[in-house]
Structure formats: structure tokens, C-alpha cells
């Protein structure tokens, strides 16, 4: 008879029980482009001018990028970016739309079709932007600052049972090995030799934090959780935890559990 050893493994499961939606509240900045992309200029037609001119009018704080607040460039996630579309003009018609993205890259609002049937363009893009705008103009807007994401952490204990290889033949013993040893491959990493040594620093962003390098470029995302010292990492099967005074990155692919020791600055 086989020697059968029975541990119990302790799994944390993290999900979202719910997860703050984007809004425009949560963002202290906007920031006005010197050019959109349809543009052939810098401001042409005084467009990029007039959208700043019209935010600021309304009660938000907008920027172009040369004159960008301290506290705006250190940490680009407070500000939305303010793009302005005209792929929905026709010869009959200029039809301008703004959406403002995150550092992400991700839409968090759209405003609504502004429209001129005006011939000259410079009045037209003038009084499309207008009508566009007045979505912001409507809309009531206070910044406030993004509390942490509310997550539900659930402890989940596994019975596995593990065959003792004393018994098996060499044969036998070898196929159990191999199958064990693609279920599970924890790779241990050391500090002094890894390149995730090098220091990150974590950046309050809404929902978490952005590890940046030295660059400086943003490496990571993590998002918060409501257990101590357990972050998601956004885009990836993976948890960043705290273990010992040590933060680790420990990614799961299916197949392969991958430890990796971080560095980080908090």
C-alpha cells in the first residue's frame, strides 16, 4: 500500500463584490491637447483655446500640457484628457464629439453630437464645439477624491492528497513527479539576482496604486483589495501580497504559479 499524506492548503479568493464605476467626479483635471487629431495645426481654429476657455467656464480645471499643475505632473492619473472627434462630419455638415480618457487610455465620458451646417469653417468647428459642450455645461460636476474599490475576500481550504514516492518504482515514481510538477511550479526569486529588484514606486491612482520605475515608466497597476496588504494586478492572473516585510508577485497561468520578489516604495 501507498503512503497517502494529507495536507490542507489555505487559498485566498479575491473578487469584486462591486467595483467603482469611472466618473468624471473622481478626476481633479482636465487636460486640453495642443492639437486634436484632425487638426492640421496647433489650436486650429482656436478650438483647443475654446475647449479650455469652455471647461474652465463651467466649473472644471483645465490645462494644456506646457502649464500643467505640480501636482498634475507628478501624478497623471488625476487628470482626463479632453479629445475631440469630427469623424461624424459630412459634407453638409461639421459634427464635432469630446471624450475625455483616462492615463489608461479608457473613455469615461462622451459628450453629446455638437452640429453646424455653416459653410465657413472656423465659425463651424466654433459653434459645434459649443453645442457639443453643453453636456458639461449640464452636468453637474464636483471633484471628489476616489475612495478604495470594496472587495470580498473568502478563505477557501482544499484537502490535497499527496502519494509518497517511497513505494512507487522508478518508472512510476517518475510519472508522478512529472505530473505533480506541472500542476504547480513555484519559481523562487532571488532579490540580488532578478531585475525585479530595481525599485518601484507606488503612486496613488484612483483604485490603487501605478508602480513606477526610474524611467519614470508605469510598470504595474494595482488595485486594492480589502485584505491587508493584497493588491490585484490589473490585466494579469495575479496578486501582489506582503509576506514577512517582503512584497511578492505571484502569478497563476493555469498551470504555473510564478513568485517573483518586488521592491517597492509605498
Known amino acids: 500500500m ?69 501636482d498634475l505632473k507628478r501624478e497623471r492619473c488625476l487628470g482626463l484628457v479632453a479629445e475631440v472627434s469630427n469623424d461624424k462630419s459630412n459634407m453638409f455638415s461639421t459634427k464635432l464629439e469630446i471624450s ?17 451646417r455653416l459653410k465657413e469653417f472656423d465659425k463651424a468647428y466654433n459653434l459645434a464645439l459649443r453645442g457639443a459642450f453643453e453636456t458639461f455645461q449640464n452636468f453637474d460636476y464636483t471633484y471628489v477624491k476616489p475612495s478604495n474599490n470594496t472587495m470580498d475576500v473568502e478563505m477557501v481550504t482544499a484537502d490535497v492528497e499527496l502519494v509518497s514516492t517511497e513505494a512507487l518504482s522508478p518508472d512510476k515514481k517518475f510519472e508522478q513527479e ?25 503612486q496613488a491612482v484612483s483604485g490603487g496604486y501605478q508602480l513606477v520605475n526610474s524611467e519614470p515608466k508605469v510598470v504595474m497597476v494595482l488595485w486594492v483589495t480589502d ?32 513568485n517573483k520578489v518586488l521592491n517597492i516604495k509605498f
Open 178 to 202: 512529472t505530473t505533480t510538477e506541472t500542476k504547480v511550479t513555484t519559481a523562487k526569486v532571488d532579490v540580488a539576482t532578478d531585475n525585479t529588484a530595481n525599485l518601484f514606486y507606488a
Open 100 to 116: 475625455l480618457k483616462d492615463c489608461y487610455d479608457q473613455v469615461v465620458m462622451t459628450s453629446q453630437l455638437g452640429e453646424s
Open 227 to 258: 485584505a491587508k496588504d493584497v493588491f490585484l494586478v490589473k490585466g494579469k492572473n495575479a496578486i501582489v501580497f506582503n509576506k514577512n516585510g517582503t512584497w511578492v508577485y505571484s502569478e497563476n497561468d493555469g498551470k504555473t504559479v510564478t
Open 2 to 70: 501507498f503512503k497517502k499524506i494529507v495536507f490542507t492548503f489555505a487559498f485566498v479568493v479575491i473578487y469584486m463584490s462591486t467595483f467603482a464605476q469611472n466618473s468624471i467626479n473622481n478626476y481633479k483635471y482636465i487636460i486640453i491637447p495642443n492639437a486634436f487629431e484632425f487638426s492640421k495645426s496647433d489650436d486650429q481654429y482656436q478650438l483647443n483655446s475654446l475647449a479650455k476657455f469652455l471647461f474652465n467656464k463651467y466649473g472644471y480645471e483645465a490645462y494644456f500640457l506646457d502649464e500643467l499643475p505640480e
